[in-house]
T-cell receptor, first 111, second 109 residues
């Protein structure tokens, strides 16, 4: 069964450093999402892409976060500079309809 | 705005039945999902309801009442592996899925 691929699985960084996460959605899935999940909470949308275009980035802290999906396939989420409060699970998901398929996530720890 | 409420924690014993409730307030409702998430792992799809009524899938069933803004997930014949977080998520027209905070279910022997 096709899966959403994410890397790295774990990332430890110091505050003020830059970090980047990568996601490769299921082949053929035009819609790609980045969610952030703080421990004990539900996932919260950061950005949604339709092909290479941003559909919704209203909850993305644009002073430090950026996301791109240049060729409408894989995507990168970047944080610069990282802050202590950015420690969370970063989940990528893709879909062709309403149902979302999630990757294994990147667990970020900012020290 | 969007508001999704579900209990924070529930406990149950092996072999029992548990019902996890979810209430929501939304405009442009377009369906409700339940996802299961084991600790440190990604959410996995359990069920999708867009019309009122009960959807049954093996040991798991999900119910929706759109007029009441209410859904529940019913888990039967509980097993230890069912210990996980259960996320209620609403599909609102024109937006990405919006998730509740999740219900952590602990199953004991």
């Amino acid at each position: 069964e096709a899966e959403v691929a994410q890397s790295p699985r774990y990332k430890i960084t110091e505050k003020s450093q830059a970090v980047a996460f990568w996601c490769d959605p299921i082949s053929g899935h035009a819609t790609l999402y980045w969610y952030r999940q703080i421990l004990g909470q539900g996932p919260e949308l950061l950005v949604q892409f339709q092909d290479e275009s941003v559909v919704d980035d209203s909850q993305l802290p644009k002073d430090r976060f950026s996301a791109e999906r240049l060729k409408g396939v894989d995507s990168t989420l970047k944080i610069q500079p990282a802050e202590l409060g950015d420690s969370a699970m970063y989940l990528c998901a893709s879909s062709t309809g309403e149902k979302l398929f999630f990757g294994s996530g990147t667990q970020l720890s900012v020290l | 705005g969007q508001n999704i409420d579900q209990p924070t924690e529930m406990t149950a014993t092996e072999g029992a039945i548990v019902q996890i409730n979810c209430t929501y307030q939304t405009s442009g409702f377009n369906g409700l999902f339940w996802y299961q998430q084991h600790a440190g792992e990604a959410p996995t799809f359990l069920s999708y309801n867009v019309l009122d009524g009960l959807e049954e899938k093996g040991r798991f069933s999900s119910f929706l009442s759109r007029s009441k803004g209410y859904s529940y997930l019913l888990l039967k014949e509980l097993q230890m592996k069912d210990s996980a977080s259960y996320l209620c998520a609403v599909n609102q027209a024109g937006t990405a899925l919006i998730f509740g905070k999740g219900t952590t279910l602990s199953v004991s022997s």
